[in-house]
């Protein structure tokens, strides 16, 4: 008899007292964000998909010279060097494995030539292992931008590990 | 003190010492000794740039600076001798500021572009700007910038041999480069031009860097200066992983160390690895660029057997059936001695070992022997050229030695380290060196005296010497006199077309040196007659005593020669070989033994059926080509294994692939008797196998396996190998009566044959690098030779013998300078062995011009 009178006093009393936090959220400005039609703003320092510069002229920037893959902690970019009918030296393959990628930047810290940036994007899900691994074509922008777009990039990077500008 | 006191016990007795101290430590060294090596022999480490072992010092680079009390200046290390009584600091304030200077101005034209470079990650100048150079520059102005000649390019890349490329933005002016060319290799196609900020290192005018030892210059760049084409631009070095091993293609055994990446299996280039026993650190590009063969896509795939006169790919299962069954059909015929084997004697032991094995106790045959290059061998065991050929001998014996006589060799491409231990000799301790040849060879640069014989007049050369010496009175004749001929040194000056006074001066040089060298190469191992030239080498050794203070020895030529022969794959090994071995296998067989000439010829003759030939290709490389042929294709059954297709797998019933020497550990014997090994680097590449396991196969499927496992193949010859001692000349002058030399008129010119400089054997070829060095087969006279049979360089030759002919283009000579021609062996394009007949002593061609 004691029970049923405790579940009455709960269903009449303490289940409206719940419903009202419910609907007291239904006139608040919600938490989650509607992605992905809508997009939380980044971080300035926010480290994504990689891309591979060009010069101005179009040619590439990587020299393959084999600096990125030796700083990066997780072994993630493999490649393999080529010379050019000009005797240039240029990446004949260079790949990052996005699932090894631990996206530190070590690699663009460490590039010499100003090739390789970690870019914004972190939308690139697929549904193979092979798809994580992006080929040079899939990482070289399609379009040489100006110098001083990712110049900016570089200094910052230097002014975080304290290395003065000198060019 | 202790250090003191510790170093001049290993100072040998008498040597004049002078002792000072470095770094606060005591030291002393030998007079003489610079203050850098005191200092290493501290273990004190002072950097440097252009000071290198082997070379002697010269002081340009200045990192080497040590501050010296007593004294204003810093001084270079490298350059200057410790005194009594030096107290050197290495490490001092003074000192830091010193390199830190020089480190700059070294960078002050230095263009940095480590990215590109290929030295990246193993430069000297890297590694000593991090460790002693500033972080900033404190020039304003334009690096100087070399671009002559490489208007255009990007990187100023200067190609100045077929595998040599020169940066001379790089170049930190250090001279190595052209110190050791000049010195070490007595090469002059690299230069230094111009003064002060434009001095450049270059090839020299209208040369290219293209000598048989050029990728040394490369290894001992200090900077990316000089880099070569087969690792450019390949891997980082960071990523490889090396083997040690050692080459393959010559009898010193030279140590290499190849660096190779697991991941893509394969080998990107091979470096020296310094043993001063036996190669100095340098290496002959034909070492350096050889790995090339283990990786050429040209490469045997999968056993290949003949069906319906047509070579077809087929399995392992089904090439060793067949091997089975023909092999017991051919046994079946005729009973067991019908089977010859020949195998190459740049195999390891263990491949030569169970060969010689499956050979002599599967099969039951005497018929064994690993000299196929060569001409009427001589069927008597035990005679004067196989003990002649086996002498003990120490390459670094040679440093020392004051008299060197090279005698019918060309050493630069039979024994390219042998050469340079010559040159060395020459440099440090004066040694005098005789050039004995019949033609003049690139190794008389350093001779004090030169000496052309008559082609085909070894012994009487070998003779003349005995009897100048006897005449003289520097030595006893004995009966020595009754037993050879001619009968006085003039005689065989003059038949030999020397002047006596020259013959009589390297006898008493002989005679009166403090330790003698004598080598002899090819043009006596070849040699129809070389048990005459072997047993008048052997009176003259008797005759001055020279293995009492000295060595004498006819060299082998190949990686494993002189193991093949310890091993005993000769038909009729020495007595004690060849009890050692009945006692391991407990049996012997019976049938008479054939040499590789006894083999051909009862092939023709229909008498051996079945030949199985590992690793080697006698049509190309047996001197009577179409003799070789026409004997391998009257065979029953030919089974051939190696890395390539050739013309003698082209003959075969079944081929097999055989593994290169990158791909499996193995033991090789050099010419010295040491003991090599040689480390797997690679997996065996599609589906060969390694030599050992093919004998194993094949044993197996006949179903007698030859061994449980390896190590008791090991073992097997490693107690061969103890129980073999040098065999000692017999205690008596040998009989030397030199033939009469046969002359044709119509055919006037004698030829020569012997392997490119930049190649060994007939694998070489499939080298790129090495091919393109030199890529097909030549006509190498003298100027006025083709100046008489109206030859320009580069013109085609019509090469005739009596027995074949072959179209060649025409080099004349830089050395050649009587009426002699040379044509290397190691092209299957043109086979220049189709001249040659087997039972000539000398081949003898004319020649005329092609006109079209
Ligand atoms: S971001 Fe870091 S983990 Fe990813 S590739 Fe670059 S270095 Fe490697
Ligand atoms: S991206 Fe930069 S560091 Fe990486 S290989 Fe290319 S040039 Fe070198
Ligand atoms: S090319 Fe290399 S070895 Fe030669 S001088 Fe220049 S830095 Fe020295
Ligand atoms: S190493 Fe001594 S001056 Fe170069």
């Known amino acids: ?167 | 003190m202790a250090d003191a006191v510790e170093n001049k016990k290993n100072i040998a007795e008498g040597v004049p010492t002078v002792t000072l101290t470095i770094d606060g430590r005591e030291t002393t060294v030998p007079k003489g000794t610079t203050v850098l090596m005191a200092a290493r022999g501290l273990g004190i480490h002072i950097p440097t740039f252009c000071w290198h072992p082997k070379l002697k010092p010269m002081g340009s680079c200045r990192m080497c600076y040590v501050e010296i009390e007593k004294m204003p200046k810093l001084q270079v290390s490298c350059a200057l001798e410790a005194m009594d009584g030096m107290v050197v600091l290495t490490d001092s304030d003074l000192v830091k500021r010193g390199r830190r200077a020089i480190i700059e101005f070294i960078l002050m034209n230095h263009p940095l572009d480590c990215p590109t470079c290929d030295k990246g990650g193993e430069c000297d100048l890297q590694d000593q700007t991090f460790a002693h150079g500033v972080d900033d520059s404190r020039f304003d102005f334009q690096k100087y910038r070399f671009t002559e000649g490489t208007e255009g390019s990007t990187f100023d890349d200067l190609r100045i041999g077929p595998e040599i490329v020169l940066n001379r933005n790089r170049c930190i002016l250090c001279y190595k480069c052209v110190r050791a060319n000049k010195e070490a290799f007595g090469e002059y196609d690299l230069g230094a031009y111009e003064r002060g900020n434009i001095m450049e290192i270059h090839r020299a005018p209208g040369r290219q860097v293209d000598n048989p030892f050029s990728g040394n210059l490369v290894e001992i760049c200090p900077v990316g200066a000089l880099t070569n084409t087969d690792w450019r631009y390949k891997i980082r070095v960071w990523l490889t992983q090396t083997t040690s091993s050692i080459c393959p293609f010559s009898s010193s055994g030279v140590n290499t160390l190849l660096y190779k990446d697991d991941h893509q299996q394969k080998i990107f280039r091979t470096t020296s690895r310094p043993n001063d026993d036996i190669d100095d650190g340098w290496l002959a590009d034909v070492t350096r660029y050889g790995y090339q063969i283990a990786t050429s896509p040209d490469r045997l795939q999968t056993p290949l057997i003949k069906k319906d006169g047509q070579q077809v790919p087929a399995t392992w299962k089904e090439a060793l059936e067949i091997i089975n069954k023909r092999l017991n059909e051919i046994k079946d015929k005729k009973g067991r001695v019908c089977i010859g084997g020949i195998v190459s004697p740049s195999l390891d032991n263990a491949t030569l070992h169970s060969f010689s094995k499956l050979i002599r106790v599967t099969l039951g045959s005497n018929n064994i022997d690993y000299r196929t290059q060569y001409r009427m061998l001589p069927k008597e065991p035990e005679n004067v050229y196989d003990a002649m050929s086996a002498r003990s001998f120490k390459i670094s014996d040679i440093d020392d030695s004051d008299v060197i006589v090279a005698f019918g060799s060309d050493l630069v491409k039979e024994h390219p380290n042998e050469y340079l231990r010559i040159r060395k000799a020459c440099n440090f301790h004066s040694a005098s060196v005789y050039s004995v040849n019949p033609y003049r060879v690139k190794s008389a640069d350093v001779a004090r005296r030169e000496m052309i014989y008559k082609v085909g007049t070894e012994e009487v050369f070998l003779n003349g010497l005995c009897l100048a010496a006897i005449e003289a009175g520097m030595a006893e004749g004995g009966d020595l006199k009754e037993k050879i001929s001619p009968s006085t040194a003039a005689e065989a000056a003059a038949i030999c077309g020397v002047d006596a006074e020259h013959l009589k001066e390297l006898a008493a040089a002989m005679a009166n040196g403090r330790k003698v060298t004598f080598i002899a190469g090819e043009l006596v191992s070849r040699s129809r007659e070389r048990l005459c030239i072997s047993s008048a080498l052997a009176n003259l050794t008797r005759l001055l005593g020279l293995e009492n203070k000295g060595q004498v020895s006819i060299l082998p030529h190949y990686a494993n020669s002189f193991g093949a022969g310890k091993l005993g794959l000769l038909p009729q090994p020495p007595e004690g070989i060849r009890n050692a071995l009945t006692e391991l296998w407990g049996a012997w067989p019976e049938a008479e033994p054939l040499t590789t000439d006894g083999m051909l010829i009862n092939m023709k003759k229909e008498e051996v059926n079945g030949c199985i030939a590992l690793g080697c290709n006698p049509v190309m490389l047996y001197p009577d080509r179409e003799f070789a042929r026409e004997s391998l294709e009257k065979l029953d059954f030919l089974l051939v294994a190696d890395l390539y297709e050739t013309e003698t797998t082209g003959l075969a019933d079944v081929v097999l692939p055989l593994a290169s020497w990158a791909e499996y550990d193995g033991r090789y014997i050099n010419l010295e008797g040491r003991v090599q090994r040689a480390n797997r680097a690679l997996k065996p590449r599609f589906e060969s196998k390694p030599g050992y396991e093919i004998v194993e196969a094949i044993a197996e499927q006949i179903g007698d396996k030859l061994y449980e496992s390896s190590d008791q193949c090991e073992q097997e010859i490693s107690r061969l190998v103890e129980s073999s001692n040098v065999q000692p000349l017999p205690d008596k002058y040998f009989d030397v009566r030199p033939a009469e030399e046969e002359s044709d008129e119509e055919y006037p010119i004698a030829l020569f044959v012997g392997d490119d400089p930049h190649h060994s054997g007939h694998l070489t070829e499939k080298a790129n690098s090495l091919f393109n060095f030199c890529g097909e087969a030549y006509i190498e006279m003298s100027s006025e030779l083709a100046k008489k049979l109206d030859l320009k360089e580069g013109d085609s030759a019509r090469v005739e013998s009596k027995v074949g002919k072959i179209i060649v283009p025409v080099r004349i000579s830089t050395t050649i300078n009587n009426d002699v021609v040379f044509i290397p062996r190691n092209f299957s394009s043109t086979t220049v062995t189709a001249l040659l007949m087997r039972k000539k002593r000398t081949d003898r061609v004319k020649i005329s011009k092609v006109v079209n």
């Open chain 1, 1 to 167: 008899m004691k029970e049923i009178l405790k579940a009455l006093v709960d269903v009449i009393w303490k289940m409206p007292q719940g419903l009202l936090v419910t609907f007291k959220h239904m006139f608040k400005k919600p938490i989650t964000l509607d992605y992905p039609k809508k997009k939380e703003p980044m971080a300035p320092r926010f480290k994504g998909l990689h891309y591979l510069e060009r010069y101005e002229d179009g040619s590439e920037r990587c020299v393959c010279c084999g600096l990125c893959a030796a700083a990066c902690p997780a072994d993630a970019v493999y490649m393999e060097p080529d010379e050019n009918e000009n005797g240039e030296r240029l990446a004949k393959v260079y790949e990052i494995n996005m699932l090894r990628c631990i996206f530190c930047g070590f690699c663009e810290e460490a590039c010499p030539e100003e090739a390789i940036f970690l870019g914004r994007e972190y939308e690139f899900a697929t549904d193979s292992r092979e798809g994580f691994i992006y080929s040079k074509d899939q990482l070289l922008v399609p379009h040489p931008r100006k110098e001083s777009a990712f110049k900016r990039t570089i200094r910052r990077i230097r002014k975080i590990y304290g290395v003065e500008e000198s060019r």
